[in-house]
């Protein structure tokens, strides 16, 4: 069974930075896509960013210019650079990954990220 492990969250002052990490772990010979999605306390769960294979990253209007999305496919691992922080990118970020087409998504257990100063 594939797991989405997730580590980086945390506490960091506006203009801050972070970077969060997801290692997917199982049996697993390649990943469609791997991305990033945050839900904020009484929104709705949004894209941040994600790669699918073969294609370029694809970024959520809010966090482009800030955000960025990489992958190290030898690794199943995916990786968010968030720079240039702000208030409003407090939310838990959940790390999703499509291992094969026709398949459901898989989702990691989420992690927080506080923006305050």
């Known amino acids: 069974q594939v797991q989405l492990v997730e580590s980086g969250g945390g506490l960091v002052q506006p203009g801050g930075s972070l970077r969060l990490s997801c290692a997917a772990s199982g049996s697993i010979s390649s990943i469609v ?13 949004e894209l941040v960013a994600g790669i699918t294979n073969g294609a370029s990253p694809n970024y959520g209007a809010s966090v482009k210019g800030r955000f960025g999305i990489s992958r190290d496919n030898a690794k199943n691992t995916v990786y968010l650079q968030m720079n240039s922080l702000k208030p409003e ?5 959940y790390c999703n990954a499509l291992i094969s087409y026709g398949q459901r998504p898989i989702w990691g257990q989420g992690t927080q990220v506080t923006v305050s100063s």
Do not use: L, P
Not at 89 to 93: C, H, I, L, S
């Open 33 to 45: 896509f791997m991305g990033w999605y945050r839900q904020a306390a009484g929104k709705q769960r």
């Open 89 to 93: 990118d407090t939310a838990v970020y």
